[in-house]
């Protein structure tokens, strides 16, 4: 039950940290929202192939085995 509470809090102060943030008034350049653009997508693939790992080794999981005997040899 502590873990939650401490969680509640650690939001509720993550929250009034952000809320008080002043602007920053910077100048990003072309190329800054191209770098941004790159690391979603390189984001996305990274998920994509982390998610496709995990998939076949949870199909291979409940694949059932074949030793090749059964091929009448």
Do not use: E
């Amino acid at each position: 039950m502590t873990s939650v509470k401490a969680m509640t809090a650690a939001i509720r102060l993550l929250t009034a940290t952000l809320a008080v943030v002043p602007a920053a008034h910077a100048y990003l350049d072309p190329s800054t929202g191209s770098m941004i653009v790159s690391a979603i997508i390189g984001i996305f693939a990274t998920l994509a192939l982390a998610v496709k790992t995990w998939w076949y080794k949870l199909k291979s999981l409940f694949r059932r085995r074949d030793d090749g005997n059964a091929g009448g040899d």
